[in-house]
């Protein structure tokens, strides 16, 4: 059983049938048009209803969760299903702590002595303004709390910085160092005690070309990160991923499940920016596109305390790409309900929904496809070069039509020679 309905939650259901298990055997709940394609989809299931979902598990014989997003971690979806007997990949509600809270997440890296970089907790806009001061510009602003992406800001305009602040103080804030340099995201599988990294990636978290415009929740990314230092994967795994989940299994909040590391490379070092406890979206779609170990049962060992009994992640050495298409105005008000044509899949190039639905059918025959959010699919391409992905992603998202939509042209571009 997979839970949620995003781009991410389709490459999961796809790479699972990729790398052996049957279709047959899967159900995404509550999944969306395109995922229902693919496998068997359980469109009433609320996936943030701890006892709905363990119940529904238990009815169906469900062998082993694999929870998406972060709202069912927090709901508790995890504990329930653990309580009830059953293998969960995703952490406990505490261990996701890690990603619910920038300061649960900092106090863990002090104590475990991860490199991040330097911040202070405020809690008025005094305190932040004395911490900008001090740290000087650009300055980075987080919402300590689970913001849908919309929680940070980095900014010279003091007054923009400001006013974000003011929006969050609620929640606390994080005044937090600039970083300069590359970001990556590494994702590792943990049983609680065992880490194994999967592939880098990097994403692409602005809305326009050139790293312009709004933060989102990502708009391309690709994977391999053929810039990176020799060694890069062994020395994160090393000084951030063994170290953390290491100092959670010591606060008696074992994290099983996946540790998504956003780092900044930057002079003096690798530093993390962010952790989340699950696998990031749109990076998975990328990352997995590439796996060849098949991943049900890299996510059965880690959801059993057996990772270190078993192959590690193995990846093609086939690079891959994925461009985001965008509704009308997101990410501030995206345009619901739009229709979507000129989809086409073929062996290189995938198409992984995030907002989509069916329209009811009319008595004049079939139903159409409907663009119902922000991300509404991810068109993902994978070839021996970059080049050749890259033409062949973007070959693909023109033919899409979809009134208003937009994507990034770049994504990729400096790794495409
Ligand atoms: P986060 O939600 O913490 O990943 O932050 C969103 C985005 O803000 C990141 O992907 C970075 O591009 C940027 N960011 C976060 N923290 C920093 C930092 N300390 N220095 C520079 N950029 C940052
Ligand atoms: N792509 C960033 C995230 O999943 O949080």
Redesign the pocket.
């Known amino acids: 059983m997979v839970l949620g309905s995003g781009a991410r939650e389709h490459a999961i259901t796809k790479t699972l049938i990729r790398t052996g298990t049957p279709a047959a055997d899967i159900v995404v709940a509550p999944g969306n048009a395109g995922i229902a394609s693919d496998a068997r989809t359980e469109a009433s299931l609320n996936p943030n209803d701890p006892a709905a979902v363990t119940a529904f598990a238990l009815a169906e014989g469900i062998t082993l969760a694999v929870i998406g997003p972060e709202a069912p971690l927090v709901a508790g979806v995890s504990d329930a299903l653990r309580a009830a007997g059953i293998a969960v990949f995703g952490p406990s509600k505490r261990a996701a702590e890690l990603e619910g809270s920038?300061s649960f997440a900092k106090e863990v890296m002090a104590a475990a002595g991860v490199p991040t970089?330097m911040a202070r907790e405020c809690q008025t806009l005094g305190e932040v303004e004395a911490a900008m001061n001090d740290f000087g510009a650009?300055y980075?602003i987080?919402a300590d709390g689970l913001a849908a992406?919309k929680?940070?800001i980095?900014t010279s305009d003091r007054e923009a910085a400001l006013a974000h602040a003011a929006k969050f103080i609620d929640m606390g804030i994080l005044v937090?160092?600039?970083?300069?340099g590359q970001?990556v995201s590494l994702f590792f599988l943990s049983d609680g005690k065992t880490v194994l990294p999967l592939s880098p990636a990097q994403?692409f978290?602005r809305a326009y070309d050139n790293d312009e415009g709004p933060?989102t929740g990502g708009m391309g990314a690709y994977s391999p990160l053929p810039w990176l230092p020799a060694g890069f994967v062994e020395e994160v795994e090393r000084t951030v991923a063994q170290p953390t989940v290491d100092e959670l299994a010591r606060l008696g909040a074992p994290f099983v499940g996946l540790l998504y590391c956003?780092l900044?490379v930057t002079d003096r070092g690798i530093?993390v920016?962010?952790f989340n406890a699950r696998f990031g979206d749109p990076e998975t779609q990328v990352v997995l596109r590439r796996l060849i170990t098949p991943l049900a049962s890299l996510l059965h060992r880690a959801a059993t305390g057996r990772l270190d009994d078993g192959p590690s992640a193995n990846f093609s050495t086939d690079v891959a790409i994925t461009v985001v298409l965008a509704s009308e105005g997101y990410p501030e008000t995206p345009a619901p309900n739009r229709v979507i044509t000129g989809l086409h899949e073929d062996e290189h190039v995938h198409i992984c929904h995030a907002a989509t639905a069916l329209s009811p059918k009319d008595l004049s025959g079939e139903p159409e496809l409907l663009a119902t959010g922000g991300r509404v699919l991810s068109v993902v391409a994978s070839a021996a070069d970059f080049k050749t992905a890259r033409e062949l992603a973007y070959a693909n998202i023109e033919k899409i039509s979809l009134e208003g939509s937009h994507y990034r042209r770049d994504i990729a571009a400096k790794v495409a020679n």
Request: charged share 45%; hydrophobic share 30%; glycine share 18%.
């Open positions: 920038k970089g650009p980075v987080k992406g929680g940070v980095v937090e160092e600039f970083l300069d970001e994403d978290k933060n956003g900044i530093r920016i962010e």
